[in-house]
């Protein structure tokens, strides 16, 4: 059982000689199983205190282990086992009947397998974790979870689930694994859809078990430490012209953190890797993004990730908006994406997006584009530059990311310029929703006609699905004075009032008479109009000790790591990145229930009242019960923090996103829908 540190694979076929089975072992057919094939030295007092957790809030659940399968056993150490796991049963109230001890021998990876056959859920231990025994499970079938901590030897398991894109089986406390060993077996099915997963990934032959794929990989990486060791490269990483080869420096095989403490980490590249690839159809052709929604939040994400993608596939990507400088824009020109300004801005000056020719007349005919991607923040969006687009026989698609019920009324928006849309719309190669709901609207209530319109929900980046970082937890709670015990409420949006601060500030002055009151503490994001306002209504209810506003940020990727869970009280809104990236990291979602927010969070989270049809007060009301909660108990508020990071996996990763836009777009430059893109 214990065979070193690599992954046993042998004869994967052999028939167990050892029977063991659910009714020999007085398990009955609908009993929650936990089991383990993690040896005796590595169930540790804390795995055992852990377990037991798990054991309490799964009622009538068993644990099975085998921690003295293969090897000579003498009777003192099962007993000492055995009566040591006992005491910790018994402090928590938990039958000792619930621990299945399985003490026959179990000599080959066939009958570690059939033992393990037997469970519903895989167990592994902490601080040392078993990577044989994670194989074992995987390649049986199990949902398997790991919890994570600092040193190698407590993240060898984890990293197997990571390699199968499975991040959401791994868990960075215990609180954590508790919530999610409770959801798997209560959850019929998120465990029926982990184990069709985990079945699919073990067929495709993942790397671990490719013997082959490890000693390339081994011998690789000792090569580039040597090389390392004495300044130049090494001959195996060095292609024929005497270039590093891809991959050979800071490849997966030997990576190191450089990031010193207390540095700021920016938002990670939404592209799907960062390296260029020759791709023959995009080679060359001219793709614009003309934007009226510059910055770096959820249009400009969308915007920056599609630019980078077409970059790295050889396209000469363009990017068109009012002039900015953010980190976005910076990474854009390393990338070589050429950046045109518009000779206004376009928040300021809204109305001259559907009036003014002269911007996008001057830049067609400078820099002649094979594509228009148009991003719009509304319906309204770049009127007079389709017009141009039109007049220059220029294709285009449009992507529409927010669509109102109803638009306010302009002076300068006329009947003539609602003809004009639906003009547009109807000469345009594709319109791109970010949700079900948008796409009905457009078609509803906006003139798009039947045989236009596809969904395409954004997508993040795989930094948002990574475990939550623990140090910058502590770092930011540390610099902002937030206790280690709160429950820390997030939110990630512009201080604007469709953004419904307002209703967070309600339901502060609710909270004020709470049991739970000093437990919650609330940190902002965001710059914009409204700060005065928002500022004054927290000193007004005297909540600046609880509430952390913190201006614009760069470094949201690390206050999710902080927060317990996410708030968007919004009036309006699209298709919210924020809550995919809150979601992607395993955190409890509260939102209004706008646009296409019900869509995003489906049957997670927590769904707030339209503050468009319900009162002020009850979006407060709802958002108080939410948070209060969660607040009493935090397993369940990470167990639903759990199905939101499951959906976030299954729905928004960026690889998808960019997949089916650039095939969208494809198609509008003339290839075949059934050709790779």
């Not at 046993?8 to 609908?30: F, K, Q």
């Not at 990031?259 to 960062?274: C, K, L």
């Not at 594709?430 to 319109?453: F, H, T, W």
């Not at 007004?540 to 869970?565: F, K, P, Q, T």
């Amino acid at each position: 059982m214990t065979e070193g540190k690599r992954v046993s694979n042998e004869r994967p076929d052999e028939t167990p000689t050892v029977p063991c089975s659910r009714e020999e072992l007085g398990i009955g057919a609908d009993e929650a199983v936990f089991i383990t094939a993690s040896p005796a030295e590595v169930i540790s007092a804390e795995t055992q205190e852990t377990w037991t957790r798990i054991l309490a809030v799964v009622p009538g659940s068993l644990l099975a282990v085998a921690p003295f399968a293969g090897r000579e056993t003498r009777e003192e150490d099962v007993s000492s086992f055995v009566s040591a796991f006992e005491r910790v049963l018994a402090t928590h109230g938990v039958d000792d009947q619930r621990l299945i001890v399985f003490l026959r021998d179990l000599p080959t990876r066939a009958d570690m397998r059939a033992f393990l056959k037997l469970g519903d859920v895989y167990l592994d231990a902490h601080p040392q974790s078993d990577l044989q025994g994670m194989a074992d499970a995987l390649m049986a079938g199990l949902p398997a979870l790991s919890w994570q901590g600092k040193t190698s030897r407590s993240r060898a398991a984890a990293a197997l689930l990571r390699d199968l894109r499975m991040d959401e089986l791994v868990a960075n406390t215990a609180d954590e694994l508790v919530a999610k060993a409770r959801r798997l077996a209560t959850d019929a099915a998120w465990q029926a859809d982990v184990r069709k997963r985990v079945a699919e990934a073990i067929e495709a032959k993942p790397r671990f078990l490719d013997p082959e794929w490890y000693a390339r990989e081994a011998g690789s990486a000792v090569e580039l430490l040597l090389a390392q060791e004495d300044g130049s490269p090494n001959p195996g990483a060095m292609d024929a012209h005497g270039n590093l080869k891809s991959g050979s420096s800071g490849s997966a095989c030997v990576s190191v953190d450089r990031m010193t403490e207390g540095e700021t980490r920016t938002a990670p590249t939404a592209a799907m890797t960062s390296e260029p690839v020759d791709d023959p159809f995009w080679r060359g052709k001219r793709v614009m993004v003309y934007t009226d929604l510059p910055g770096i939040y959820g249009v400009g994400q969308y915007n920056h990730a599609l630019l980078c993608e077409l970059a790295r596939r050889g396209a000469q990507a363009i990017c068109v908006q009012t002039k900015d400088d953010n980190p976005l824009v910076r990474e854009r020109e390393r990338l070589g994406v050429e950046h045109v300004w518009l000779s206004y801005h376009t928040r300021r000056e809204f109305e001259r997006t559907f009036t003014d020719m002269k911007d996008p007349s001057r830049i067609f005919k400078k820099h002649p584009p094979d594509l228009v991607v148009f991003s719009n923040c509304s319906p309204r969006s770049n009127l007079a530059a389709k017009r141009v687009a039109m007049q220059r026989k220029v294709p285009y698609v449009i992507a529409e990311s927010y669509v109102p019920t109803e638009l306010i009324s302009l002076p300068q928006w006329t009947r003539e310029c609602e003809t004009q849309r639906a003009t547009q719309y109807r000469a345009a190669r594709q319109i791109i929703a970010v949700s079900q709901d948008n796409l009905k609207l457009l078609r509803e209530r906006y003139g798009m006609p039947g045989d236009k319109g596809v969904v395409i929900h954004y997508g993040r980046p795989e930094a948002y699905f990574a475990p939550r970082d623990e140090a910058a937890r502590k770092r930011l709670r540390s610099e902002f004075g937030i206790p280690d015990s709160a429950m820390l409420c997030f939110t990630a949006a512009r201080l604007d009032p469709v953004k419904g601060y307002q209703y967070q500030v309600r339901a502060l002055a609710k909270l004020k008479e709470s049991a739970l009151r000093s437990k919650l503490y609330f940190a902002w994001a965001g710059a914009g109009p409204a700060e005065a306002d928002v500022r004054e209504g927290v000193r007004l209810l005297d909540a600046d000790e609880c509430v952390r506003i913190l201006g614009e940020r760069n470094d949201v990727l690390d206050w999710l790591s902080a927060a317990d869970c996410f708030v968007l009280t919004s009036r309006a809104e699209g298709m919210p990145i924020c809550i995919m990236e809150a979601m992607a990291k395993g955190l409890p979602v509260a939102a209004t229930a706008v646009s296409g927010i019900p869509e995003e969070l489906g049957d997670t989270g927590c769904l707030l009242p339209d503050p468009n049809t319900a009162s002020p007060d009850d979006v407060a009301s709802a958002l108080v019960q939410a948070l209060e909660g969660w607040a009493r108990d935090p397993v369940q508020r990470l167990s639903e923090g759990e199905r939101c990071r499951a959906r976030a996996c299954a729905m928004f990763r960026v690889e998808r996103m960019l997949e089916q836009t650039l095939a969208v777009l494809a198609q509008a430059l003339g290839r075949s829908a059934n050709t790779s893109t």
